[in-house]
Structure formats: C-alpha cells, structure tokens
C-alpha cells in the first residue's frame, strides 16, 4: 500500500482539514477501512496528540521494506482545526461538532454553549465532509480520540474486541456509554443509525503528553497489524 495525504475539506473558516489514508482515497471505497480522528474537540490535545502519534506509527510502516500494516485505513490528525488553534472544544462558528451529526437523535436543544448543536443536523462543513467520507467509504470501525476522564466507550458489538486492545494497553475500563445523553454524536450516527461500530477513546486530562502513546501504543499496534479483522 502507498499512504496518501490529501485535503477533507475546508472549515466555514476557510482553514484546510488534513487527511491521510493508506492509499488514494477513491480506491478506499468500500473496503471497509479503519476510520481514525482527532481533535473533535478542539481543547482536547491529547486526542490530536494520540492520532498524530498513530498516523506516525502508520507512515513509518509504510517505510519499512516490508510493510506489517495490511489493513486500509484513514486518520484525520485534526477535524476541528479551527477549535484546536483557539483552544476552544466548538468549531469556528461555536458548534460541538460531536452533537452536529444527521443522526436521528439530533436535537436543536443545548443547555451550555460547549454543546452547541449547530443550526440543523450536519450544518458544519467539517461534519458534512465526514458523513459524505463514511458513506463512500464504509468503514468497519470508526475510533475518534478525546480526553476527559479516562475510559474506553464501545459503541456496538463489533467494536468490543479492539476496545479490550485498548483497555489492556491503558488499563482503562471498556464502558457502553459515556454516562451522559449525546444526541447527534458519532456514536449515534456511526452505529445507532448505520451499523458501524464506533470506539470513543477517552484519555485523561491529567495525564502528561509523553505518556499518551504509551498508553494505548501496544493496543493501536494490535488494531492495525491484525489483518484477520479485515
């Protein structure tokens, strides 16, 4: 395979996304490839650092005379750029691009602005190129990268075996839900509605960025090297 980097799309703010995959993405189509994001929330570093440091990992595979990564995959480092240069958790028109998804559960309600669902279900342009991404290319696993409190979300049946990869690794619990409603999430919208299994990596706030990778470094290596999964 030869990775390939390209653009997502551009934010309401004219700011470019960056995407990386393990070959053009037109030949990604339906092939069932493991979706990787960071920086959902763009006051959550560690989520960035965690899918840079996995794309790292990816591109030097590709490097090596004979690559171990077999399986197809995509990994955008930053979805919401422009949050992430303010240090905000909401896109650049004050959307929580996590409650922005079409998904049935979508809900014009907010009690705080940091959970500003946006003006109608997949109004930003970062959700609307993610969604139009799914559809065409119909991943077999979607995993995002957060931090809060650390924990291990699996949304779906299919995505519990590579969530205990990365509880082993980080000695976080695997947990069905987040412990709070997420109407117009990735959850909802990967598996409530369309059936892909969604694993929401939650790292802990308080945890130093140089331990990030170690956390989940074996656990990530486990999800891409095993091709039986395929």
Known sequence: MQASKGLLTHTSLGTPIEIYSSRALAE???????????????????????????????????????????????LI??????????????????????????????????????????????????????????????????????????????????AQRDAQRLSRSSGYDVVAEIGYPTPGSLSQYGWVDNGIPVICIEESDHTLEENVWPNFAQGMREIFLDASSR
Not at 38 to 66: I, S
Not at 79 to 95: A, T
């Open 77 to 158: 480092p930053i979805l919401n750029i422009d949050g992430y240069r303010q240090g905000v958790r909401v896109n650049g028109r004050g959307v929580d691009l996590n409650r922005n998804y079409p998904s049935r559960s979508w809900t014009a309600s907010f009690e705080q602005e940091r959970y500003n669902p946006g003006s109608g279900p997949g109004s930003e342009p970062e959700i609307q190129a993610v969604v139009k991404l799914i559809q065409e290319t119909k991943p077999r696993l979607i995993i995002h990268c957060h931090s809060w409190n650390p924990m291990i979300v699996a949304a779906g049946p299919g």
């Open 28 to 74: 990604l189509k339906a092939s069932a490839p493991i979706l990787l994001m960071g920086g959902v929330h763009g006051d959550e570093p560690h989520g960035v650092h965690l899918a840079q440091k996995t794309l790292e990992f990816l591109l030097l595979n590709e490097r090596k005379p004979t690559p171990e990564v077999k399986v197809p995959w995509i």
